[in-house]
């Protein structure tokens, strides 16, 4: 709901107010970001004294900041204008509201530039979606050099700690938490696409746990170089800028162009919990592709681990029979099915069937999985070009270059000119060829390398490549999709490169890491989990059995069933044991996943702070649950443990079995007593089933 009285603008969601306002003069005020107050209480500061060095205008918080008169904070945007002018000034021009959207709109005072700070409230979820959109009314480009999506400010003049990540392939999500008494804290990408290393998010918080605390949060929805620059100045306040990164960064807004920046998902929680379910929710609802969102994913077996780049019919065919038996509904052939790749020296760019590894074609494969009840999904790493391609040897100036440097190789590879018409079409004509052509029904769209020597003679303006890059490889993807309604599609960059919510308003999915190690990836995927939607994190059960800790099949599948279940062993090595152990576990997945991907995750024990992973998850009605429990080697004394569960009705029974013996107890006794547990040993693992009596 938006209250407005006066030019001041109350945003009121299920347990939040968000409020800003408009003085007289046309300055953009923030008021208020957090629990609810009477909407009647809020009022505009007058803006205080100022001496010679603290300008007045530096001080108030504002809700998007120009560059220009005396702020010289972080500003939010900066142009520049036809005849060099680089100070922006606006003027107020009144408000739209469209159902749940408050337009705020300002025009330059001088020049023809229009600037509209948009904020759509979705009141069930608790989130509120911002974005900035210019306009350029004149005859002249106007070019930006900063032109960020949202600025933030929160209410304590104490400081905030920022939960981000200091994340690296095989190790994305690592959290971390940093206090920002004074200056500034940064997180970014100036890779060309999220990267593995931060994430573009904040988590601002104050004495905050699971469950209480102050949380603020936002998400921004892109997939390219970002910036979360957040700022606490000599007046103790903090405030947050969140967009498009001005690393390299030039915008060119032609004559009567029109842009939107990326979208920023912002909320306010009490504790880190209430924030990872609203923001669950609130992606399944109104974030993710529609096709697929709200229909549990299949479980998939990939061929990467067993077979790398060594694919032909026959050994797929042998791989696909095993993981039918088994239960997946979902075979996926990974990397090495096309062009000359043997290795990773040769091929990308040339998306055509290998006819050595495949002299009948792919649907020789394709069929059989179709006959085994399975459907069949395909790699692909459309962006990219190995040199000893025929692509690349044909056209040697589609990657991005500068004639003068040598193009720098990465995983021997080099990054195509995704701005070019040319490489979008061909991009685009291979795929749509291969889902036309063939019954595929999913594409894992890998992306292996960051950009470099990022010459793009294409373009007038050429540091506009960063963002028409991600801007190509969105459209691709949605053209794709509208025409192949059925395929679902995975983001994946090495891994978890990818997982931002830009990426998640185009790919059903995402390739969380490719580190499938059971033990790390309970750290991997609770930092996945704080801010991403669940169903979209793709976990694999595959032959890594401990890099440093032995973890059992049981223990793997414990792990990867936290999330979107898949396989990724070497199913032909498996003896009838292990053949056994995954069927089971396969059939126990179907049972639970509706829970795991659309239910209430609550993290009660976090293994690296209690030696003991324990997560549950909880339907909307609170009539069943299950919870996962696992340990690599508890110490000490700290092996009997009360399992306190969460979420559940105070007063509804619940049964659940644990050890062999069957619990009937309240959702009141659960939840403030528990069910004490012996932990013991390396390789503790356990799932719990809880319905209600
Ligand atoms: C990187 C991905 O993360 C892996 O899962 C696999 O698809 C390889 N690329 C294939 O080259």
Known sequence: MIINKNNIFVLETKNAHYVLGVDKYGYNHHLHWGKKCNADDYYIQKIKDQNSNHSVLDEFKQEYTPFGQTMYRGCAIKAEFADGCRDICLNYNGYEIEENTLKLKFSDNVYPLKIVLNYSVCDENDIITRWTTVKNNSENSIYFEKLFSAEFNLPSKKPYTFKNTNGAWGGENIETNTTLESGTFVSESRKGTTGHNQSPYFIAYQNADEKIGDVYFATLAYSGNFKVKAE????????????????????ELKAGEKFDTPK??????????????????????????????????????????????DVNCKNQSALAEIAAQIGVELFVMDDGWFGKRNNDRAGLGDWFVNKEKFPNGLDELISKVNELGMDFGIWVEPEMVNRDSDLYRTHPDWAYHFDTRYSCELRNQLVLNMTRKEVQ????????????????????????????????????????????????????????????????????????GRADYGALMHYDQVWTSDNTDGIDRMVIQKGYSLLRPIKTMRAWVTDIAGINKHCSLDFRFNIAMQGSLGIGGDLTKYSDEDIEICKKNVALYKEIRNLVQFGNLYRLMDIDEDEVLFNQYVNEDKTESV????????????????????GLDENKRYTLTLNDKTYNKSGAYLMNIGI?????????????????A
């Not at 004490?676 to 209600?692: P, S, V």
Request: aromatic share 16%; net charge negative.
């Open 627 to 646: 919870a996962f429990i696992a340990a690599n080697g508890t110490r000490f004394y700290k092996k009997s443990i009360p399992m306190r569960f969460d």
């Open 264 to 309: 920023v998902f912002c909320g306010f929680t009490q504790g880190f919990g209430d924030m990872s379910r609203q923001m669950n929710k609130f992606a399944i609802d109104y974030v993710l592709p529609k096709t697929f969102n709200n229909k549990p994913l299949p479980i998939l077996y990939n061929s990467w681990e067993a077979t790398e780049f």
């Open 425 to 496: 079409e061909y991009i685009f004509d291979c795929l749509n060829n291969l889902l036309s052509n063939h019954n595929i029904k999913y594409i894992k769209w890998d992306m292996n390398r960051p950009f470099s020597e990022v010459g793009a003679e294409n373009l007038d303006c050429q540091q506009m490549l960063w963002y028409l890059h991600t801007k190509a490889v969105y459209d691709i993807v949605d053209k794709l999709k509208e025409l192949h309604p059925d395929v679902a599609f995975e983001s994946c960059a090495s891994g978890g």
């Open 232 to 251: 606490r100045d000599l007046f103790n306040s903090t405030r947050i800028i969140i967009g498009i990164s001005d690393f390299d960064f030039k915008f």
């Open 676 to 692: 004490d547990l012996e932990i013991r040993g390396a390789d503790y693992n356990r799932i719990i089933l809880i319905k209600e």
